[in-house]
């Protein structure tokens, strides 16, 4: 099982040990998804960057993923980067309460997690809807996300 995948050197736009998800920013679910973390995250442990953002671009590039097609989250820490179903238990692991419970999932093997995950970013647009454009975060959310002016 990939548990994560590692680069030679840490990612850039990140103090260390900051964790950071990428998302899709015109995708309602993704959205909805980047609004959870924000809710559940009391703690301020996680940040955000839409794949369309000049940071989220960046990160990409660092991983290697691809920079036009935006078929799957990811996670990234230090030197760290995790997609797809890793980065859902990466970021899970990290909220308080119950929720670091959901990683018992991963008893599932991780290609069949994968398939599924695969299929729902397939059918995101068709199922959830897209907006025309990335949302502007809300004021009291703006820390949360990676900016150009907050870039280290």
């Not at 991963?106 to 290609?111: K, N, T, Y």
Request: net charge positive; aromatic share 12%.
């Amino acid at each position: 099982m990939v548990s994560s995948l590692l680069r030679p050197e840490p990612a850039p736009l990140l103090a260390p040990g900051e964790t950071v998800v990428l998302f899709d920013g015109v995708c309602k679910l993704c959205n909805g998804w980047a609004q959870f973390v924000i809710r559940h995250d009391r703690r301020q442990r996680i940040r955000l960057a839409t794949v369309q953002s000049a940071e989220g671009q960046a990160l990409l590039a660092w991983a290697g993923l691809p920079l036009d097609r935006f078929d799957t989250m990811a996670t990234i820490r230090d030197r760290h980067y995790w997609v797809r179903s890793e980065a859902f238990f990466e970021v899970v692991r990290q909220l308080p309460g119950l929720w670091p419970w959901l990683r018992v999932l991963r008893v599932v093997p991780e290609r069949l997690r994968d398939l599924g995950y695969d299929w729902v970013a397939r059918n995101r647009y068709r199922w959830f809807g897209r907006h025309a454009q990335c949302l502007m975060p809300t004021a009291d959310h703006q820390r949360r996300f990676l900016h150009s002016d907050v870039l280290r």
